[in-house]
Structures are given as structure tokens and as C-alpha cells.
């Protein structure tokens, strides 16, 4: 079965710095698709960045950027100059065979002004 | 945009009652899905829909069923509700990925519905 981990619960991050949210998934596929999702608090689940498993370039949405390791599994989300509208719980998810999508435990970020 | 609407954001109900909750997306896409979100377990899918009036069970799918009579409109049902139900519920839809076939794309998701059972 595929799973998908967060190792971080939380993190916190200075405004205007940088921070790496943590994400592995074990996976026995070679094509598929990983995202990143943000869910502000009492607020819509918005899809951050998006992953397809044949690129090698790793995908980059304006201050978001992942480090898609295929290899190792791993696929971390880098978000540069934090915001304070950036805190939120951020989520991983793998999207399988059979099109369903399993989600990681997620990974609450704060922002310190 | 996409757009997915839910018929409530906070609802209410006793235990044994009958519940519906009810999605809509706006852009035509084939998929429909239904997912309970609950602290510390993050998302779990209970049903989903690949074209009207088919669907798929997910991980938890005991206590729920579903209906999709037409593309845009996708419904939860909980027969008889009980207290282990509270949680929040999150709708989405994705279109057919176009690259691959019988896969699919990008979910995009809906407010929310979070359901109180007492």
C-alpha cells in the first residue's frame, strides 16, 4: 500500500526567510503524480504545486519550489521569502494508480513577523 | 477557476438521523470525490465518482454511500448517523488526466462541510 509521510507536525519560520517542508512516500509505481496542498485555517484546501513523476525538472510556482528526489522517494516543498498569509497546514499527497489520492499527516507552518 | 460549492459549511445533526451532503463543481470534470478530514489522521477518501452513476469505494467507505445523477452534482449519504461521524468533510472534483489514459488529474477541492453528530 502506498503511504505517505510528514515527519514534521510543525514548523516555524521567520517572515521573509526560508523554509523546507519534509515529505517520503514509499511507492512501488514509476509514473505519478505528487502535490502540495495549503489549508489556511477554517479556510479552502488550495493546490500549491504539482509534481509529475517522468519530469526530471523539479516543478516551481513563484516562491514555492519542491526537490523531487524520485530515487529516495522524497519531496520537499521550499517556500522562499515566507508571507504570513503562508501559515497554514500544508499537505503532501501522492496521486496513485486507481486515482486515488493518499494524503500525508500534514505539517502546520508558522510565520513570525 | 474551478469552482466546488458544498451545500453547507457547518451542520448539525443526531445520531440515527439520515444526512445528505452535496457537491458541485463547475467545470465539467468526470471525477468526484469525498473525503473526511480528522486531526492527526489527515484525509481519507470514502467514495469516489469516475462518470454519472458510477462510483468506487476508498479507504473507509462503511457507514456512507453515494450518488451521482448527474456530472456536476455529487452526493454524501449517511443512512444512519452516528457520533464517530463528526469530522469534517471535503468534496473534489478533477478532470480525466489528458496525457494518460484512464488516470486522472489535479483534485481541486471544495469549503468543506464540518458535521457535528450529538
Known amino acids: 500500500a502506498q503511504t505517505v509521510t510528514q515527519s514534521q507536525p510543525e514548523m516555524s519560520v521567520q517572515e521573509a526567510e526560508t523554509v523546507t517542508l519534509s515529505c517520503t512516500y514509499d511507492t512501488s509505481e514509476s509514473d505519478y503524480y505528487l502535490f502540495w496542498y495549503k489549508q489556511p485555517p477554517s479556510r479552502q484546501m488550495i493546490l500549491v504545486i504539482r509534481?509529475?513523476?517522468?519530469?526530471?525538472q523539479n516543478a516551481t510556482e513563484n516562491r514555492f519550489s519542491v526537490n523531487f528526489q524520485k530515487a529516495a522517494k522524497s519531496f520537499s516543498l521550499k517556500i522562499s521569502d515566507s508571507q504570513l498569509g503562508d501559515a497554514a497546514m500544508y499537505f503532501c499527497a501522492y496521486l496513485r494508480a486507481g486515482n486515488m489520492l493518499t494524503f500525508g499527516g500534514g505539517t502546520r507552518l508558522m510565520v513570525k513577523p | 477557476d474551478v469552482k466546488v460549492t458544498q451545500s453547507s459549511r457547518y451542520l448539525v445533526k443526531r445520531t440515527g438521523e439520515k444526512v445528505f451532503l452535496e457537491c458541485v463543481q463547475d467545470?465539467?470534470?468526470?471525477?468526484m470525490f469525498w473525503y473526511r478530514q480528522d486531526p492527526g489522521l489527515g484525509l481519507r477518501l470514502i467514495y469516489f465518482s469516475y462518470d454519472v452513476k458510477m462510483k468506487e469505494k476508498g479507504d473507509i467507505p462503511e457507514g456512507y454511500s453515494v450518488s451521482r445523477e448527474k456530472k456536476e452534482r455529487f452526493s454524501l449519504i449517511l443512512e444512519s448517523a452516528s457520533t464517530n461521524q463528526t469530522s469534517m468533510y471535503l468534496c473534489?472534483?478533477?478532470?480525466?488526466?489528458?496525457?494518460?489514459?484512464?488516470?486522472?488529474?489535479?483534485?481541486?477541492f471544495g469549503p468543506g462541510t464540518r458535521l457535528t453528530v450529538l
Open positions: 509534481q509529475e513523476a517522468y519530469k526530471q
Open positions: 473534489a472534483s478533477s478532470p480525466r488526466d489528458s496525457g494518460r489514459a484512464g488516470r486522472t488529474d489535479t483534485q481541486y
Open positions: 467545470m465539467d470534470h468526470e471525477n
